[in-house]
T-cell receptor, first 114, second 112 residues
Framework: DAGVIQSPRHEVTEMGQEVTLRCKPI?????LFWYRQTMMRGLELLIY????????DSGMPEDRFSAKMPNASFSTLKIQPSEPRDSAVYFC????????????FGPGTRLLVL | GENVEQHPSTLSVQEGDSAVIKCTYS??????FPWYKQELGKRPQLIID?????GEKKDQRIAVTLNKTAKHFSLHITETQPEDSAVYFC???????????FGKGTRLSVIA
């Protein structure tokens, strides 16, 4: 099993540019989570999906952030336009279902907005 | 909603000593409590978990205890080694179809 896959692993962009982060959950996992991690705020849950449907996006910081899950094997997190304060590590995680337990994290995308 | 408090935020121990990290939770209906270890620049990885019908679980040098009455759970690492240095996160899962709620993390440093 390849585990949760994220791309890109590193992204450097300039303020105002659009950023798209990608995630492939573990096959068979029905729940997918997007987190943001910074030194100041720790690990924050941004949004999560169950069976490709967004369940709770209350953690999304602003309208500049959006997330989609068009199918069971792919999700994107988009920031448009990006700002320097968006610089963080973004993790995707999946688990077998919302009622499932063990949650697995991807390697993360380290985003730097200049 | 569920709230998880984790203490201490930083912990330094001498190699070979034990380390204890404590968490409290607020929702008495929470029934699953995992612990994650995050090494520098890496992803959080599950190291041990416990369910609400169990009071203690051990895996080699790590153990977790759960006190449902007091709503707290703890991670115990014995015979610490330098490779145990990392940030450790506790989490709780409220009942039903909800995400894990994480603590703020504990940065453990094991001094050789």
């Amino acid at each position: 099993d390849a585990g949760v896959i994220q791309s890109p692993r590193h992204e450097v962009t300039e303020m105002g540019q659009e950023v798209t982060l990608r995630c492939k959950p573990i096959s068979g996992h029905n729940s997918l989570f997007w987190y943001r991690q910074t030194m100041m705020r720790g690990l924050e849950l941004l949004i999560y999906f169950n069976n490709n449907v967004p369940i709770d996006d209350s953690g999304m910081p602003e309208d500049r952030f959006s997330a989609k899950m068009p199918n069971a094997s792919f999700s994107t997190l988009k920031i448009q336009p990006s700002e320097p304060r968006d610089s963080a590590v973004y993790f995707c995680a999946s688990r077998p279902g919302l009622a499932g337990e063990t949650q697995y994290f991807g390697p993360g995308t380290r985003l730097l907005v200049l | 909603g569920e709230n998880v408090e984790q203490h201490p935020s930083t912990l330094s121990v001498q190699e070979g000593d034990s380390a204890v990290i404590k968490c409290t939770y607020s929702d008495s209906a929470s029934n699953y409590f995992p612990w994650y270890k995050q090494e520098l620049g890496k992803r959080p990885q599950l190291i041990i978990d416990i369910r609400s019908n169990v009071g203690e679980k051990k895996d080699q040098r790590i153990a977790v205890t759960l006190n449902k009455t007091a709503k707290h759970f703890s991670l115990h690492i014995t015979e610490t080694q330098p490779e145990d240095s990392a940030v450790y996160f506790c989490a709780a899962r409220p009942s039903g179809n909800t995400p894990l709620v994480f603590g703020k993390g504990t940065r453990l440093s094991v001094i050789a």
